[in-house]
């Protein structure tokens, strides 16, 4: 059951620079879309979310980018910290939810 | 506002043994999820609960995994028996309504030996 995908499975990046976290669906069912983070030993932590009525959405140095077109959206941390090292799972919903494989990202000091 | 509670964090069992994980999720929250995440993957939706009625089972293997809601609110999942791929965090999650985020519970790491 592969209706969502991340196919990087790691990412590292500098701290200051950008990350950029991709995710791709393809159930058109989909209609609101989640990104969790993860700690080991801890449960899954909401991150941030878009309805399917938007193409953008801001919190803080979080922004989520949705492309109902392509069935693609995508996380952009800016500017990225050693504290954002985790893996990140992105989530699709309606009626149920269903999640990524994940991608682990490094922010390197 | 209390998180999603679950217990055991941790269990050890022989395979062909019994389990059973409880789940109580957030107070007033209609939505209640199982999920299955082995070792380097995503989490696996296993059931989908709203109130008390079923709503997703479809990749939950019933040959011998159960689950239950009564009256709408804790939730249990029993495995019975037990094989030795079903060694991974067992969580669970609840939600509002279907627009909002989820909110997960720390898991139950169950190793079967």
């Known amino acids: 059951d592969q209706q969502v995908k991340q196919n990087s499975p790691s990412l590292s990046v500098q701290e200051g620079r950008i990350s950029i976290l991709n995710c791709d669906y393809t159930n058109s069912m989909f209609d609101y879309f989640l990104w969790y983070k993860k700690y080991p030993a801890e449960g899954p932590t909401f991150l941030i979310s878009i309805s399917s009525i938007k193409d953008k959405n801001e919190d803080g140095r979080f922004t989520v980018f949705l492309n109902k077109s392509a069935k693609h959206l995508s996380l952009h941390i800016v500017p990225s910290q050693p504290g954002d090292s985790a893996v990140y799972f992105c989530?699709?919903?309606?009626?149920?939810?269903?999640f990524g494989a994940g991608t682990r990202l490094t922010v390197k000091p | 506002e209390a998180g999603v509670a679950q217990s055991p964090r941790y269990k050890i069992i022989e395979k062909r043994q019994s389990v059973a994980f409880w789940c109580n999720p957030i107070?007033?929250?209609?939505?209640l999820y199982w999920y299955q995440q082995i070792l380097g993957q995503g989490p696996k939706l296993l059931i989908q609960?709203?109130?008390?009625?079923?709503?997703?089972d479809s990749q939950l293997p019933k040959d011998r995994f159960s689950a239950e809601r009564l009256k709408g609110v804790d939730s249990t999942l029993k495995i019975q028996p037990a094989k030795l791929e079903d060694s991974a965090v067992y969580l669970c999650?609840?939600?509002?309504?279907?627009?909002?985020?989820?909110?997960f519970g720390q898991g139950t790491r169950l190793t079967v030996v």
């Open positions: 107070s007033g929250h209609a939505t």
């Open positions: 989530a699709a919903s309606g009626p149920d939810m269903r």
């Open positions: 999650a609840s939600r509002l309504t279907e627009n909002t985020e989820a909110f």
């Open positions: 609960f709203q109130n008390n009625g079923v709503v997703d």
